[in-house]
């Protein structure tokens, strides 16, 4: 299971295959291996070790991609973290991770300038700049200009040494470091290929994030098959739908607001997009709206992923895209999944819990953080914190969020119940429901919403709308909020925390 050989297999036994494509960069299974290589002995010329923190604050690019492999041969352990992150928010994550090193662009040149006599744990000659090095910086290329080709010393790894500690998003509260090793990522590379159909032949494009944990649903099978992999810079719906026409792309990964863009675009046409063997969402809820578009224009494609980067994964596989309409599927191979009540108690088909699972893609634990790590696993089972039920075939139904969860007037009210029914008005291109205080109620529910253009619609108009559709007069919105976009998270995630605070604040 060492993740480590998978590259230089490639580099031997199809050195000439294309493996990357990034803007005008065109690598070969060789090229990229050399270019690895000469990083990993790079990193070690500057004194990183297996087990030492390697943090990364970058945009997508080739630089970010290296040092996720470079990782899988020397086991330092790389912390990829947002480029949307506050000066605050970032020195707290490097201190927190130990970072010894961190590569970052000029743009946090200023921001790192400032930080510095903070992170002791950082030694002068590791601030790492990938577009330059003023003063006090040092640039990503005298890392690897005259380093060598062949492959790094023996770094001794095993499968249960980390490789990555990736920080939850913060939407449920303070971001906790999530520790995966090299036989996680191994499981990555195995469950998924075979969970997404990928072969040696596909064509990978990641439009995404790479900082984001559901990069490595597509990455690690492509590092395993040796596949194609076209990474984007930064997310265009239209870009996206042109290089899948032009490339003939057969697998592409992408959360719902994503979707939602390149459903929206103009360029958007189903004879474009005929290559796609696989469209998969991941992040969040896609509502059934969406879901229905995508199986009319692409039948047979859509796959749907629910996960926890803390390590438990259900799919929703193609072939059951229709039949399963609102399922987000079964869990993986070697999977088993519980929905239990609140006294602990495993709970009948059909009836709401908390899901929990186990598997061989778990997190090792939270990063220095036991007393966390106990709370979330129990007796080897992960508690998600979202609620859902299971049909009598076993399917996974989400409900919501146990914190997204809204209690008004005593009874249980969902958001995305609601949110299914706003998405359904033809001016409504995104919306976010959340609770807000009520003197009467206790809570009750607010409807954000992105409308299609601006003005289709007034807020009382929505709100009579949706208010004369949901199921119960419990889940009627007391307003409609309209707004030019929502606040994301690198992920594309609906920061749904942001948009009640900011609500509050204006109210």
């Not at 997508?60 to 492999?69: A, F, R």
């Not at 409504?428 to 289709?456: K, M």
């Amino acid at each position: 299971m060492n993740i480590g050989t998978l590259l230089p297999k490639h580099a031997r036994c199809r050195p000439d295959h294309l493996a990357l494509v990034c803007g005008d960069d065109r690598l070969t299974f060789r090229q990229l291996n050399a270019r690895v290589n000469r990083l990993a002995n790079g990193l070690g010329a500057a004194g990183l070790r297996k087990g030492d923190k390697l943090a990364t604050v970058l945009p997508n690019c080739i630089e970010q991609l290296e040092i996720y492999l470079a990782a899988t041969k020397t086991g330092t352990v790389v912390v990829p973290l947002s480029p949307m992150l506050q000066e605050s928010g970032l020195a707290s994550l490097l201190r927190n991770s130990d970072a010894a090193m961190v590569v970052t662009s000029a743009a946090f040149a200023g921001t790192l300038a400032r930080l510095r006599g903070g992170l002791p744990a950082i030694r002068d000659d590791r601030y790492v700049l990938v577009d330059g090095a003023p003063p006090g910086f040092r640039s990503y290329a005298s890392l690897v200009t005259g380093a060598s080709e062949g492959e790094p010393p023996e770094a001794g790894i095993a499968g249960s040494d980390p490789y990555n500690i990736i920080y939850s998003s913060g939407t449920t509260g303070e971001p906790k470091g999530i520790v995966h090793t090299h036989d996680v990522r191994a499981g990555y590379c195995t469950l998924l290929a075979s969970a997404c159909r990928m072969t040696p032949e596909s064509v990978v494009l990641h439009a995404g994030s790479l900082v984001f944990n559901g990069a490595f649903i597509d990455m690690m099978p492509w590092l395993m098959l040796g596949a194609t992999y076209i990474l984007h810079k930064a997310f265009d719906a239209d870009a996206v739908i042109v290089e899948i026409e032009r490339s003939r792309v057969t697998h592409i990964v992408m959360v719902p607001s994503q979707i939602v863009a390149v459903l929206h675009s103009p360029g958007f046409a189903p004879q474009r997009l005929e290559s796609l063997e696989m469209l998969l969402t991941v992040g969040a809820p896609l509502h059934v709206e969406h879901k229905q578009r995508l199986n009319e224009a692409l039948p047979g494609r859509f796959y749907e992923l629910y996960g926890l980067t803390e390590g438990f994964v259900t799919v929703l596989d193609r072939t059951d895209a229709v039949r399963k309409m609102g399922s987000v599927g079964v869990p993986l191979a070697f999977y088993e999944m519980r929905i239990l009540d609140d006294a602990g108690r495993e709970v009948p088909a059909g009836q709401v819990g908390e899901i929990c699972g186990r598997g061989p893609m778990m997190m090792a634990g939270y990063y220095k953080r036991p007393d966390l790590t106990a709370q979330a696993i129990v007796d080897g089972w992960l508690h998600s914190g979202d609620l859902g039920f299971v049909d009598e075939d076993g399917y996974l139904y989400l409900v919501d969020r146990k914190k997204d969860m809204i209690i008004s007037g005593g009874v249980n009210v969902y958001p995305r119940d609601i949110e299914e029914v706003v998405v359904q008005h033809p001016a409504v291109r995104e919306t976010a429901v959340f609770g807000v205080p009520d003197p009467r109620w206790g809570e009750t529910p607010v409807a954000a919403v992105v409308l299609r253009s601006p003005g289709a619609v007034s807020a009382g108009e929505l709100a009579d709308w949706i208010n004369a559709r949901v199921g119960a007069k419990f889940q009627r919105v007391s307003e409609v909020m309209i707004v030019a976009d929502f606040p994301r998270n690198v992920a594309g995630k609906t920061l749904k925390r942001v948009l009640q605070e900011g609500y509050k604040k204006a109210g």
